[in-house]
C-alpha cells in the first residue's frame, strides 16, 4: 500500500492547483526503488527499537546531579538484572516523582541505554480519543511483539494518564487498568526475558489501585534541594556565565529552593534567549522567575 502510494505520487502535479495525470491508472508501475523509498520513509516497524520516540523525552540529555547520579547507577544495575540468564526472565521498574521531576527522562535513559534489540514506548499522547477497549488493544499488541523478541524492553509513560485517571470521584479506565495489571504481573513464554519501565506522578494512586505491588523495584526521582546541585545544573546548562553563575547562588543560599529538575532546565531556557542583556539584570530575572514559580523561597530576617 505505501509502495503504490510513493508511485502514485509520479503522476500528481503540484502547481497553483492539483493536477492528476489521465492516464495514471495505466501508467501506473511500482518499482524497487517504490519499495524501498516506503519501507525508509512510511512504513514503521512493529518490532526495532522506537528511537525517535526514546529521543524526544531526552533531547537535553541527563545531568547528573547528586541523586540523578546515583539514580542511573541503580536503574542501570536493574537493567543488567533484567539481561541476566540467571535472574526472573520479567522485571518491572518503576520511577516515581512529583511532576518536573524529571522522571520520563531517566526511564527513557535507562531504556535506550539498555541495548535491547527490541524497545518500544507506551505513551498517553499517542493514544489521546482512544476507547477503552482501543487502548488495551494497543498496549496488548507491544506485549505480544515484544514476546517475539529474546530480550524486549517497554517504556510505559505516566501510568495514571495511561488509565484515564482524575482525582474528581476519583475516575479511572477499568479495562485499562486491569489490561495493565495482568501485562505487568504475567512473565514473558520461555526462553524471552521482558524489562518494563514505568512512570508515574502518583505512587499513593497506584497503591490504592493495587498496582504497585507488579514492580520488581520502585525508585523515587526527587526534586532538587541544595544550592551544590543547584550549580551542577547551571554550570551542565550553560546558560549562564561561571560569574552569574556564583551571583544566582549566592542569592538563593539566603533561602530555600525546592525543584523539579525539568523544571529548572525550562527556566533556564528563558535565559539563553537573553544574551546580551545586562548580566545583572539576567542574574534579577532568573532569581525572580524562581520566586515567581514558587521553587525558591527567601528568608527575610525579621
Known amino acids: 500500500k505505501a509502495a503504490s502510494s510513493s508511485a502514485l505520487k509520479r503522476y500528481i502535479?503540484?502547481?497553483?492547483?492539483?493536477?492528476?495525470?489521465?492516464?495514471?491508472?495505466?501508467?501506473?508501475?511500482?518499482t524497487r526503488a517504490d519499495f524501498i523509498y516506503?519501507?525508509?520513509?512510511?512504513?514503521?516497524?512493529?518490532?526495532?527499537?522506537?528511537d525517535e520516540a526514546l529521543?524526544?523525552?531526552?533531547?537535553?540529555?541527563?545531568?547528573?546531579?547528586?541523586?540523578t547520579r546515583e539514580l542511573v547507577e541503580k536503574g542501570l544495575m536493574f537493567v543488567r538484572q533484567a539481561r541476566s540468564p540467571e535472574t526472573s526472565?520479567?522485571?518491572?521498574?518503576?520511577?516515581?516523582?512529583?511532576p518536573t521531576a524529571g522522571t520520563s527522562a531517566l526511564a527513557a535513559y535507562l531504556a535506550k541505554n539498555s541495548d535491547f534489540p527490541f524497545i518500544k514506548v507506551i505513551n498517553s499522547r499517542e493514544m489521546v480519543g482512544f476507547?477503552?477497549?482501543?487502548?488495551?488493544?494497543?498496549?496488548?499488541?507491544?506485549?505480544?511483539?515484544?514476546y517475539r523478541s529474546e530480550l524486549?524492553?517497554?517504556?510505559?509513560?505516566?501510568?495514571?494518564?495511561?488509565?484515564?485517571?482524575s482525582?474528581?470521584?476519583?475516575?479511572?479506565?477499568?479495562?485499562?487498568?486491569?489490561?495493565?495489571?495482568?501485562?505487568?504481573?504475567?512473565?514473558?513464554?520461555?526462553g524471552r526475558k521482558l524489562l518494563v519501565i514505568c512512570t508515574s506522578k502518583r505512587r499513593s494512586v497506584l497503591e490504592e489501585l493495587g498496582l504497585l505491588s507488579v514492580f520488581t523495584a520502585v525508585l523515587r526521582v526527587p526534586y532538587i534541594a541544595h544550592q551544590d546541585d543547584i550549580r551542577i545544573v547551571l554550570d551542565e546548562s550553560q546558560a549562564l556565565t561561571p560569574e552569574e553563575i556564583d551571583a544566582v547562588i549566592?542569592?538563593?543560599?539566603?533561602?530555600?529552593?525546592?525543584?523539579?529538575?525539568?523544571?529548572?532546565?525550562?527556566?533556564?531556557?528563558?535565559?539563553?534567549v537573553m544574551k546580551g542583556v545586562d548580566s545583572r539584570k539576567r542574574v534579577a530575572s532568573f532569581v525572580n522567575l524562581l520566586e515567581d514559580e514558587g521553587v525558591y523561597t527567601p528568608e527575610f530576617s525579621s
Open 13 to 30: 502535479h503540484l502547481g497553483n492547483k492539483i493536477e492528476v495525470d489521465p492516464n495514471a491508472i495505466d501508467k501506473l508501475k511500482i
Open 38 to 50: 516506503s519501507l525508509e520513509n512510511d512504513v514503521k516497524p512493529s518490532l526495532g527499537t522506537s
Open 55 to 67: 529521543s524526544k523525552f531526552i533531547e537535553r540529555g541527563i545531568i547528573n546531579w547528586g541523586s
Open 89 to 98: 526472565n520479567r522485571l518491572c521498574l518503576l520511577l516515581e516523582g512529583a
Open 131 to 146: 476507547m477503552e477497549s482501543s487502548k488495551c488493544f494497543r498496549i496488548n499488541k507491544i506485549f505480544d511483539d515484544a
Open 152 to 165: 524486549s524492553c517497554i517504556f510505559m509513560n505516566d501510568l495514571e494518564h495511561l488509565m484515564g485517571y
Open 167 to 190: 482525582p474528581i470521584g476519583p475516575r479511572y479506565q477499568s479495562l485499562v487498568l486491569d489490561a495493565m495489571y495482568s501485562l505487568l504481573s504475567s512473565s514473558p513464554p520461555k
Open 250 to 272: 549566592e542569592h538563593i543560599s539566603h533561602g530555600t529552593v525546592f525543584v523539579g529538575l525539568k523544571k529548572l532546565l525550562g527556566l533556564l531556557d528563558t535565559m539563553r
